[in-house]
């Protein structure tokens, strides 16, 4: 169970330590069973390794109800004061970084209102096809092999193509796109870091780059506006203005981060739950149609591939006895949330058929709740049915190996035997 078991005192519990983030997820875990149940909004300083400081402390917030009613509440806790991120982002920062996941409204809502049509279910559901063709190819050239990265050759691949079709990325750019965002959400991680660089350098270079990109490819479709996002980003009027160079900038990133990274770690994971919980493997692929939808929300709820995000108080106000200040910052645990025994049974077992409340693995449907959400939930599918018809006996070999991150809950390979017995 790693270093937090039931004899550990919860105040020696320090999410702003790198040593937390390299405990094993289960002890994880077990550290914020102990914060919803002794300390559910707990202060922690600042930490004092991030690529930024502003010198302010934050709480925790562990709880379900609680991450629920702040997500939904963004006048009292709103995000467009620094950032979501735990440090305020400094200006060189925001230009890239400060996208309307960091506004509130009404700014916010006309932002999201340029690629909300992109993301509707009714036109997610015009890419269905493409997305069960892709999963088919992936899955049909892992299962031929014997022995396979699962996370390489699968899971990182189909959001990463989907995204970067539906924002215009030429095809010859997706590994570009990909390792910039492996920089710019796993930056933490020596794999990802370049070598010699500082995480602030390689942050600021990865995001020059993937602006690059988007100038690139926005100067085309000014000329030649085509059926994509980019072409909406370019083109669009907000407040009767077009963009700004730097909304430009980190509205691509934001989507063709946010679009690839978090998906592949929800399929990762999926994958290794499945294999560790072979009873809810074997219930989902006996009838897959019929459970995948509770199915696909499972793994989202368990694995919770987004660690938190922050709201800052706009006023003096006070969450279950616990005084806030103007100003102060709370990070909303979603994983910790999805595992709030009050609103789960048994909330660390992964449970295919899971039916009560909406978990918070997408947010805590508030006005920034997850634009891809529905996407994610057709790529996961469209895995899966492959994966239970043609691979449905694969075995992992090994453990896993896990992003160093506080803010992704990833795995960066998957050893899998596709025909195992
Ligand atoms: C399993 C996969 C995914 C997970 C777990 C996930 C999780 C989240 C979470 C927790 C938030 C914050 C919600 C809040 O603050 O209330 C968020 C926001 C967002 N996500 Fe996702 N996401 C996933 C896939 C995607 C995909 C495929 C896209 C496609 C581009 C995407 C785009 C976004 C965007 C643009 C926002 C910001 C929305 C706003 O500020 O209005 N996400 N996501």
Redesign the pocket.
């Given at each position: 169970m790693g270093q937090y078991n039931s004899g550990v005192d919860e105040t020696e519990i320090n999410l702003s330590s790198l040593g937390f983030w390299s405990l094993p997820k289960e002890s994880r875990d077990h550290a914020f069973a102990q914060l919803r149940q002794k300390r559910p909004i707990a202060y922690f300083d600042e930490p004092d390794w991030m690529f930024t400081s502003d010198g302010r402390g934050y709480y925790a917030v562990t709880k379900y109800d609680d991450v629920f009613s702040i997500?939904r509440n963004p006048t009292l806790f709103c995000?467009g004061r620094g950032a979501?991120s735990i440090p305020d982002l400094p200006p060189q920062f925001l230009e890239f970084f400060g996208?309307?996941?960091?506004?509130d409204d009404p700014r916010?809502?006309h932002?999201?209102k340029v690629?909300l049509r992109a993301?509707t279910p009714r036109r997610i559901e015009l890419l269905d096809q493409r997305i069960e063709q892709l999963a088919k190819t992936l899955i049909s050239d892992v299962s031929q092999r014997e022995s396979v990265d699962f996370v390489a050759e699968a899971a990182s691949i189909l959001?990463l193509k989907?995204?970067c079709e539906?924002m215009g990325v030429p095809a010859d750019y997706e590994k570009y796109v990909l390792d910039r965002s492996n920089i710019i959400l796993g930056a933490l991680d020596e794999e990802f870091l370049p070598a010699g660089k500082t995480v602030e350098e390689s942050l600021i270079v990865a995001a020059v780059e993937l602006t690059a990109l988007m100038e690139e490819i926005g100067k085309d479709r000014i000329a030649n506006p085509k059926d994509d996002i980019t072409t909406s980003l370019v083109t669009a009027s907000v407040d009767g203005e077009a963009l700004s160079a730097s909304e430009l900038a980190s509205f691509f990133i934001?989507?063709?981060?946010?679009?690839?990274?978090?998906?592949r770690?929800?399929?990762a994971w999926g994958m290794h739950c499945l294999d560790r919980f072979r009873d809810q493997r074997d219930l989902w692929f006996s009838d897959f149609e019929a459970i995948s939808a509770t199915g696909v929300d499972e793994?989202?709820r368990w694995?919770?591939?987004?660690i938190?995000?922050r709201?800052t108080a706009t006023t003096a106000t006070s969450i279950r006895g616990v005084e806030l200040a103007e100003g102060d910052k709370l990070l909303?645990l979603?994983g910790s949330a999805n595992r709030d025994e009050e609103k789960f049974t048994d909330p660390d077992s992964f449970i295919v058929t899971r039916k009560e409340s909406r978990h918070?693995?997408?947010?805590?449907?508030?006005?920034?709740?997850?634009?891809?959400?529905h996407?994610?939930?057709r790529?996961?599918h469209a895995i899966f049915s492959e994966v239970s018809q043609v691979m449905p006996n694969y075995e992992v070999v090994g453990e896993p190996s896990y992003l160093f991150s506080n803010f992704i809950n990833g795995i960066k390979h998957l050893e899998v035997k596709p025909n195992a017995i």
């Amino acid at each position: 169970m790693g270093q937090y078991n039931s004899g550990v005192d919860e105040t020696e519990i320090n999410l702003s330590s790198l040593g937390f983030w390299s405990l094993p997820k289960e002890s994880r875990d077990h550290a914020f069973a102990q914060l919803r149940q002794k300390r559910p909004i707990a202060y922690f300083d600042e930490p004092d390794w991030m690529f930024t400081s502003d010198g302010r402390g934050y709480y925790a917030v562990t709880k379900y109800d609680d991450v629920f009613s702040i997500s939904r509440n963004p006048t009292l806790f709103c995000s467009g004061r620094g950032a979501v991120s735990i440090p305020d982002l400094p200006p060189q920062f925001l230009e890239f970084f400060g996208s309307m996941i960091n506004t509130d409204d009404p700014r916010h809502s006309h932002l999201r209102k340029v690629v909300l049509r992109a993301f509707t279910p009714r036109r997610i559901e015009l890419l269905d096809q493409r997305i069960e063709q892709l999963a088919k190819t992936l899955i049909s050239d892992v299962s031929q092999r014997e022995s396979v990265d699962f996370v390489a050759e699968a899971a990182s691949i189909l959001p990463l193509k989907i995204i970067c079709e539906m924002m215009g990325v030429p095809a010859d750019y997706e590994k570009y796109v990909l390792d910039r965002s492996n920089i710019i959400l796993g930056a933490l991680d020596e794999e990802f870091l370049p070598a010699g660089k500082t995480v602030e350098e390689s942050l600021i270079v990865a995001a020059v780059e993937l602006t690059a990109l988007m100038e690139e490819i926005g100067k085309d479709r000014i000329a030649n506006p085509k059926d994509d996002i980019t072409t909406s980003l370019v083109t669009a009027s907000v407040d009767g203005e077009a963009l700004s160079a730097s909304e430009l900038a980190s509205f691509f990133i934001l989507l063709v981060v946010a679009g690839n990274e978090t998906t592949r770690n929800a399929i990762a994971w999926g994958m290794h739950c499945l294999d560790r919980f072979r009873d809810q493997r074997d219930l989902w692929f006996s009838d897959f149609e019929a459970i995948s939808a509770t199915g696909v929300d499972e793994i989202v709820r368990w694995s919770s591939p987004v660690i938190f995000m922050r709201r800052t108080a706009t006023t003096a106000t006070s969450i279950r006895g616990v005084e806030l200040a103007e100003g102060d910052k709370l990070l909303l645990l979603y994983g910790s949330a999805n595992r709030d025994e009050e609103k789960f049974t048994d909330p660390d077992s992964f449970i295919v058929t899971r039916k009560e409340s909406r978990h918070l693995g997408f947010g805590g449907y508030g006005p920034h709740q997850c634009l891809g959400a529905h996407l994610a939930r057709r790529e996961l599918h469209a895995i899966f049915s492959e994966v239970s018809q043609v691979m449905p006996n694969y075995e992992v070999v090994g453990e896993p190996s896990y992003l160093f991150s506080n803010f992704i809950n990833g795995i960066k390979h998957l050893e899998v035997k596709p025909n195992a017995i």
